[in-house]
């Protein structure tokens, strides 16, 4: 299987190039296709009182799923995303951190010590977006 | 490489001073708040001052680094017309009867625009796709929050959904092409995306996906620049959004948007002889006469100025592809380079299309008044210097001698006669005619009707200010073009790949433990 779809493209490359762009529809349809038409007709179907019922985590239900939530939990969200970005931003860095030196080269031949003062000048932005959130009231639940 | 910070420095104060507009915006007492705009207005000059180089920073990039041929010059446009975008907005966000400022909003009204304005700044200094992606999606989302806050009427709400879901679909689109032409070259780095172009072509096997890759990149982007096929937004977005945010998104985003189509079409080397180069110029052909016909033509049956500017926007807009059709010309024929009269006309157009919209903000003293050509009736017997002013822009709009707009069409139709365009020229030329129509309804509005009813200006002095800095550059350059043409020839076109090739060594593996 794993040698299949780029002998699969080399094969259609060679008889055409742009038939490895069909290529690609046709693996991108089937593949949509496939999970409905498989996951329908391959799926055992249980249908019940409970089986019916909105999963809370195991908890009984206590009502509809269709309802209005506070639009504080959207902004809490939001600011969870600037937690999330600073982190997807500071694992790479970590990754390229010198063992010792603050002079000892870096990636992109930068030296660690300026390395280490622009990732500060992001969390210093990161923090500028949370001291906003925090003046908007955004930490205030009532 | 870590010296390459000092050529932001520019970028690097509308950066600090968007920071702390936004902050400053939450303070309690109004008077604070109120000095937000100040501060904004204070950076952009600064910045402005930092992109002429008076502070002693650099500010030519090297070519090896293969950025934007001519950075300086998109960099000293934002800053020039950030700072007056800045002045012509001065009483926004508005909420009710303008004058009313929503000052609760005030931070991060210019706080987004200091951004975006940073984004326009950076986009000649971009040299890889990630960055392009970047920075132009810092241009953009700051002026979707921009249309949605600028104004408390619901149609602006609309307006700034519509702009934002659109953006998202066009992003999209461009990211797509861009990870065809990362798959292609294994980078990327305009630098070896540019030169794996130079190896394929010479050996005629460049494979469709890149072509694909190529096509797609441009399609996506021609929606900053309100471009066919995906110009179809900016007349219900530039009518909702507040008028100091729409004569922003005439600028902003077109700006960042066409140094974005000229990067991508310079990693072909500008080369149309060639069989990728002559696809992406069929290409930009389709797109430039669909582009200024259909503005100009749809324009016509308009009757709210917003709308009129907004097709008219869409049809500048196809003037300037006509420049990229006719590529970097020949060296021993300066008037064939289509690049430097496209970056000419916008920088022409930023000017021109701010002065006219600073008017309409000007005539527009009563919410939704200026909105319809009837509101602007007889304005020429209660404020004859608005009237003119405004005029004078509409006449540089249309091509008028003696205004700036003339000599943008006049640089675009050489260019396109001297690399064999003539079809181009003559229907650029053609659209400049039906063009006239719908500016001077305008101008006919403000001088032979007679006003239907008593006028209300926004008094503010910056506006005014702007207004008449606008006016006067669109004269004065207009008879002398030389400063304009100095900056944006400087530095000369790229050919293909740069001498200098900056190796980035391989990242040190994480060691856990000994």
Redesign the interface.
Known sequence: MNSLLPSLSLAAASYN??A??GLLFVIAAGFAAANVVLSTSLGPKRKGLIKDEPYESGMNPVGDTKQRFNVRFYLVAMIFLVFDVEVLFLIPF??????YDFLQ???????FG?LFAAVLTFMA?IL?AY??AW??GVLKWD | ??LHVKFLVPEIIL?VAA?VV??LG?ARADSTRKMTQLIAALATALAFAASLGLFGNPIAVPQSTHVFFNSQYITILACAIGFLSVLSSWDMPARGEPGQTDSNYRGEFFGMMLFSLAGVAMIGKVNDLIWLFLVLELVSIPTYIMVATGRSQIIAQEAGVKYFFLGALAAAIFLFGFSYLYGFAGSTRFVDIAAAFTAASTSHTV???AL?GLLMAIIGISYKIAAVPLHFYAPDVYQGAATPVTAFLAFAPKAAGFVAIISIVSLTGFNYASSTGSVLQTLLTVMAILTMTLGNVLALLQRNIKRILAYSSIAHSGYMLVGLVAGKGTPDSPMSDGITATLFYLGGYAVMNLGAFAMLIYLQGKADAGEDLDDLAGVSKDHPAAALLFTLCLFSLIGMPATIGFLGKLYIVQSALASGHGTLAVIVVINAAIAAAYYLKIVAAMYLRDPLYPFVVRPQFPLKVAALVCTFAVIVLGIMPAPLLNVTNKAGLPSGPPAVHID??T?????LGN
């Open positions: 190039e742009w490895v762009l970590i990754t390229i951190f010198p063992q080269l870096g990636a992109y031949g930068i030296k300026v932005i500028v001291l906003y003046g908007k | 490489m870590e950066l920071c936004t902050l939450l494979p469709a996906l694909i980035m060594p990242p040190q593996p994480l060691v």
